[in-house]
């Protein structure tokens, strides 16, 4: 019986951990350009990549408007911030991975720090 009560605080604990660490490194995805806040997801940046590739085949422009996380209009040039955004996107993703390896070794409730 005890043997389960420790594998099951062992569990929870570890969970409030992943849980912890997701919630830490969402915070860290958001960028700033041209006096604008955006929070990098995976929305944004298909956008992005879908008005450079237009950009590229039809001969438009890389610049347009677009609302940041407060709804305020900003002109962007979509080259640019793709750049910030995907330099955002990978060093905020492997500390993640590099975290979470080293949670996932974790074996004691003990051992998983808050």
């Known amino acids: ?14 969970n409030r951990q992943k849980q912890t660490l997701k919630e ?3 915070q860290r995805l958001t960028v700033t350009y041209n006096g604008g806040l955006f929070r ?3 929305t944004l940046l298909n956008y992005l990549y ?3 590739a237009n950009a590229g085949l039809f001969n438009q422009s890389t610049k347009c408007i ?8 900003i002109e962007i040039d979509c080259v640019e911030l793709v750049e910030l955004c995907e330099a955002r996107w990978n ?12 949670l996932k070794t ?4 003990g051992d ?3």
Do not use: C, G
């Not at 019986?1 to 570890?14: Q, T, V």
């Not at 677009?66 to 209009?73: G, K, Q, R, V």
């Not at 060093?91 to 080293?102: A, C, K, S």
């Open 1 to 14: 019986m005890e043997n389960l009560e420790s594998y099951a605080r062992e569990r929870f604990e570890l």
């Open 24 to 26: 830490q490194q969402q």
């Open 40 to 42: 990098v997801d995976m």
């Open 50 to 52: 879908m008005k450079n």
């Open 66 to 73: 677009i609302p940041d996380s407060y709804d305020t209009p």
């Open 91 to 102: 060093e905020v993703h492997n500390d993640w991975y590099n975290e979470y390896q080293e």
């Open 106 to 109: 974790k074996r004691k409730a």
């Open 112 to 114: 998983v720090s808050v």
